[in-house]
């Protein structure tokens, strides 16, 4: 495959990719096989999240791609079927990433970035516990609270501000200076904002159709809706399976699951008649209790429930 076939087929993938991680991984693959031609897959990777008609929803799930892809990268390549590539490249270029993930004008995709962030600081072997606290912790100064009580707007942040430093660590930056700019926000509009004191029945609080704005381009279709909830389930789901990662040194040897299997076998001594007998009377008042659960009348086997 020619490197501008193999960049527009990885661009049409990207644009309609969908969060599940199956789709992601074989994104990543494809562009692993290609990555001959990293010079001319990695720019198109980046016209998407540069190009303002993809939403936004889309371009978070080409950064999830871009994780998923740092990460089969390393992994093959410790193998020694690739040299690492798009490692580079995404390191480089991840400032700017985050910057058109996470919009000027919203505070929007910020855990999504977080969860993702953190992800490629293990795999680049980048320390980012001091940020990972910071960003789960309330940023507020004093300033801060004297300007949200003058009803002040927070100051947009631009990458340019963060000065010249690792592009990791700069990335990070610009994530706390948003999740920032969102608790301010937030605070300013509890402050500040106009509440309703009027007593609202129900029925006029959850009339959405007449109070909808047609006109709205912000507003959300039911299927950017959907797409938008199965991507934070999977950004969710992929979070939690961080916390099951473990680094174990090579040079210390572990029990494998057959010796650890075998060693429990061996160690539990074998049941007595009297036991044994307790045990299937136990199983047997587990078996009536799911049988009366059932709402059809179940057909008990007494040989097969013994």
Not at 93 to 106: C, E, K, R, Y
Not at 110 to 132: G, I
Not at 184 to 203: A, F, H, M, P, V
């Amino acid at each position: 495959m020619d490197p501008f076939e193999a960049a527009s087929q990885l661009s049409q993938t990207l644009r309609s990719l969908n969060p599940q991680i199956a789709q992601i991984t074989k994104a990543a693959h494809f562009a692993l096989r290609n990555s001959i031609h990293e010079d001319y897959l990695f720019p198109s990777i980046m016209d998407i999240f540069k190009d303002p008609e993809v939403e936004l929803n889309q371009k978070n799930i080409v950064f999830q791609f871009i994780e998923v892809l740092v990460n089969e990268s390393c992994t093959y390549s410790a193998q020694g079927k690739y040299a690492y590539p798009f490692v580079d490249a995404v390191r480089t270029h991840l400032p700017n990433i985050v910057a058109l993930v996470v919009p000027h004008n919203a505070n929007t995709n910020l855990y999504n970035v977080f969860s993702v962030l953190e992800s490629l600081a293990s795999l680049f072997k980048s320390d980012c516990s001091k940020y990972v606290k910071m960003f789960n912790s309330n940023l507020l100064e004093d300033s801060d609270f004297e300007s949200i009580g003058n009803d002040i707007p927070y100051p947009e942040v631009e990458l340019d501000e963060l000065g010249d430093h690792d592009s990791m660590e700069t990335a990070w930056k610009f994530l706390i200076q948003k999740k920032k700019q969102s608790q301010y926000e937030w605070q300013r509009q509890l402050k500040n904002g106009t509440s309703c004191e009027n007593i609202i029945d129900e029925d006029e609080m959850f009339d959405l159709k007449s109070k909808t704005d047609t006109n709205n381009k912000m507003g959300l279709s039911k299927k950017q809706v959907l797409n938008r909830m199965e991507d934070d389930r999977e950004s969710h789901k992929r979070s939690k399976e961080l916390l099951w990662h473990v680094d174990r040194p090579k040079e210390i040897s572990y029990l494998s699951e057959d010796e650890f299997f075998g060693y429990y076998y061996s160690k539990i001594h074998k049941l007595e008649d009297v036991q044994f007998e307790i045990l299937l009377n136990n199983l047997k008042d587990c078996n009536e209790t799911a049988t009366r659960s059932f709402k059809d009348k179940q057909v008990i086997q007494e040989d097969a429930a013994q």
